[in-house]
T-cell receptor
Framework: SQQGEEDPQALSIQEGENATMNCSYK?????LQWYRQNSGRGLVHLIL?????REKHSGRLRVTLDTSKKSSSLLITASRAADTASYFC??????????FGDGTTLTVKP | GAVVSQHPSWVICKSGTSVKIECRSL??????MFWYRQFPKQSLMLMAT?????????EQGVEKDKFLINHASLTLSTLTVTSAHPEDSSFYIC??????????????FGSGTRLTVV
């Protein structure tokens, strides 16, 4: 299976709830990044966490990284309808090339 | 912040013609840019790494003669889809990084180009 796999594939929640997405990868990494993509648009970089970091926060986003389990999670707190998008993790392991997972499609219902 | 401009945002072309897509880093220099392809509801697939002043590095299975990449300056990379066919219809996205191998800043992506070949 592919480096950088997200689960769940799709997530539907009510506005105000928290959304948690997970990402697993297979090889050693330099860093792991999370991106958001609105339908038909380019990707927006959300947060980068280095391999020696365990947790990082940015506004309503919280990312954790467990290198022993080769996994990461993205938590969006107090979700809003505008958070509706696809979320991808990407691992950066080799010469700057990022490998993307299949993404989690998040729907936040108002 | 780092901005990458991609043009055009969408293009419709006839089968057999060629299409050029531009990717520009507006406020930083990018010695390396990346070109991705994305099918509907799927992830990004890296096509090639564009290196300023040298030949692009293509991923396995990507035809270099069909997808011509030119990175003539530190702020511009172009992808030309030659002799386009309907199966080339896809969403193409470029990215670049301010930092060394994306270590500190992640990657900045263009807004993508929707190519439809009829």
């Amino acid at each position: 299976s592919q480096q950088g796999e997200e689960d769940p594939q799709a997530l539907s929640i009510q506005e105000g709830e928290n959304a948690t997405m997970n990402c697993s990868y297979k090889t050693s990494i330099n860093n792991l990044q999370w991106y958001r993509q609105n339908s038909g648009r380019g990707l927006v970089h959300l947060i980068l966490i280095r391999s020696n970091e365990r947790e990082k926060h940015s506004g309503r986003l919280r990312v954790t990284l467990d290198t022993s389990k080769k996994s990461s999670s993205l938590l969006i707190t107090a979700s809003r309808a505008a958070d509706t998008a696809s979320y991808f993790c990407a691992t950066d392991a080799n010469a700057g090339k990022s490998t993307f997972g299949d993404g989690t499609t998040l729907t936040v219902k108002p | 912040g780092a901005v990458v401009s991609q043009h055009p945002s969408w293009v419709i072309c006839k089968s057999g013609t060629s299409v050029k897509i531009e990717c520009r880093s507006l406020d930083f220099q990018a010695t390396t840019m990346f070109w991705y392809r994305q099918f509907p509801k799927q992830s990004l697939m890296l096509m090639a790494t564009s290196n300023e002043g040298s030949k692009a590095t293509y991923e396995q299975g990507v035809e270099k003669d069909k997808f011509l990449i030119n990175h003539a300056s530190l702020t511009l990379s172009t992808l030309t889809v030659t002799s386009a066919h309907p199966e080339d219809s896809s969403f193409y996205i470029c990215s670049a990084s301010r930092g060394s191998a994306g270590m500190d800043y992640g990657y900045t992506f263009g807004s993508g180009t929707r190519l439809t070949v009829v």
